[in-house]
């Protein structure tokens, strides 16, 4: 039993964000046993480990709705020759280039990389869409041990695409089709299968209906929908139908289905959206970094589109996605009053009733019975702090470089910023080997 106490708690419990100036949490295995003040709950558990939380912020841990694994590797490389003019210049050269070096190793080195990076700024679960078109089979594998073997609570699918070749589609499609078999035999909290899908440009209906064969109607789906105009084009000269039109043919659309992006989409298909219940994902910092436009957020929202937050890798702290998201909204509806209620739910509230839709325990809280996913931030305000303000200091005043504690499923991963579980000097010197070898590939020469 562990009592995380001492600090400022935000709840996220019920309709407001729910806060105790001086209080606390008390864990028992991977639940949460109480939430209160901390004078009460010393009095009430004085058997309990004591955490220390020294005045700073407790929360609820982070949920990053998208993201790649697979890009890990890319922070600070730089392709010979390669300089995109458009978005598909940016996947052929830049993502498809990585990932058609990935082995197994690399995969692993990848995953050890993202997941440790995200424990250090607060995220205690992440949806991963993954890609190696080096060495597809065994690589959902590779991940999932890692996230294992480090503590982290994840969704995982492997990126089906027409893009190499049918071998590697069929390859892809059957990688999903194992992870799945894997994951209902072996039943885990910590552990989800969706089926992944690369953008529609890339899938043929072939493929298509593969992907539903090998599903059988058991998990959702995790696709990039119109991310760029590339779907759309290829969609309505090749299908006559635009991407989630496409979608619906297939049967994909459905409420434990996640679509990417979802820029390039009319009010037509956001009606389609809407009615198959489906989850869509804002990637606010990617979608702007690559230039390809910013997601309709306030009109999927107002039609009631549980619209959720991702980083597609661009960074893995979710609250500098959460300022971006903020700023691009406003910044696109010409409006500096709009979209802060919209982006604070998407972040707080909406990736945890899509984890909960997904099948993972109840997240996003801190409340008995949730899971014990609770992070701290070292963060002493300078300005008043309350439940009337909560947000408007994780917007402007937090980063995820300030978690100090983050606590996954009731086991404390890293505390007073010092991973407890992972030799980081050890394995940072592992994943940089990894890291050369890729770069050497690429650009052909040593580092």
């Not at 729910?18 to 004085?46: F, Q």
Request: aromatic share 6%; glycine share 10%; proline share 3%.
């Amino acid at each position: 039993m562990i009592l995380l106490a001492n600090g400022k708690v935000i709840t996220r419990d019920g309709e407001g964000t729910g806060y105790i100036p001086d209080g606390g949490v008390v864990t028992e295995g991977s639940e949460i046993a109480a939430v209160g003040t901390t004078a009460e709950l010393k009095a009430r558990y004085p058997q309990a480990e004591f955490v220390d939380a020294r005045g700073g912020v407790i929360m609820p841990g982070l949920i990053n709705a998208h993201t790649h694994i697979y890009s890990a590797l890319a922070r600070g490389l730089s392709i010979t020759g390669n300089n995109p003019t458009n978005f598909y210049e940016v996947l052929d050269g830049t993502w498809w280039a990585i990932d058609r070096h990935l082995d197994l190793e690399a995969t692993r080195a990848s995953a050890q990389a993202l997941v440790m990076d995200s424990i250090k700024q607060g995220v205690t679960t992440i949806f991963d869409h993954h890609a190696s078109f080096c060495q597809i089979p065994g690589s959902l594998m590779q991940i999932a041990q890692v996230t294992k073997e480090y503590g982290m609570r994840a969704s995982l699918c492997y990126e089906v695409s027409d893009r190499d070749g049918e071998e590697k589609s069929i390859q892809s499609v059957q990688e999903n089709k194992d992870f799945i078999d894997y994951c209902e035999k072996h039943p885990d909290p910590m552990l989800k299968a969706m089926f992944g899908g690369h953008a529609l440009f890339t899938i043929s209906d072939k493929t298509f209906d593969r992907m539903q064969a090998a599903n059988n109607g058991r998990v959702g789906y995790h696709i990039h929908v119109s991310e760029g105009m590339n779907d759309v084009y290829d969609s309505l000269q090749n299908y006559g139908r635009r991407p989630v039109q496409r979608l619906q043919d297939h049967g994909i659309l459905g409420e434990k289905t996640i679509l990417g992006h979802c820029i390039h989409v009319n009010t037509a298909e956001i009606d389609i959206i809407r009615a198959t219940d489906t989850m869509c994902v804002n990637n606010p910092e990617s979608n702007m970094g690559n230039a390809v436009g910013i997601s309709p957020v306030l009109q999927l929202c107002k039609k009631g589109i549980l619209v959720g937050m991702g980083t597609d890798a661009y960074t893995n702290d979710m609250l500098e996605s959460l300022k971006v998201a903020l700023c691009s909204q406003r910044h696109n509806a010409c409006l500096p009053n709009v979209a802060w209620g919209e982006v604070t739910e998407m972040l707080f509230r909406n990736n945890a009733k899509m984890a909960a839709r997904c099948g993972f325990p109840t997240l996003g809280v801190l409340k008995p019975g949730a899971a014990a996913d609770v992070i701290v931030m070292d963060y002493k305000p300078f300005t008043p702090f309350s439940d009337e303000n909560i947000d408007g200091h994780m917007i402007f005043g937090m980063t995820g470089r300030q978690c100090q504690t983050t606590m996954i499923n009731g086991k404390i991963l890293m505390r007073d910023r010092v991973l407890t579980e992972i030799d980081e000097e050890a394995v940072n010197a592992k994943i940089l080997e990894s890291a050369k070898r890729l770069w050497g590939q690429l650009n052909h020469r040593e580092y």
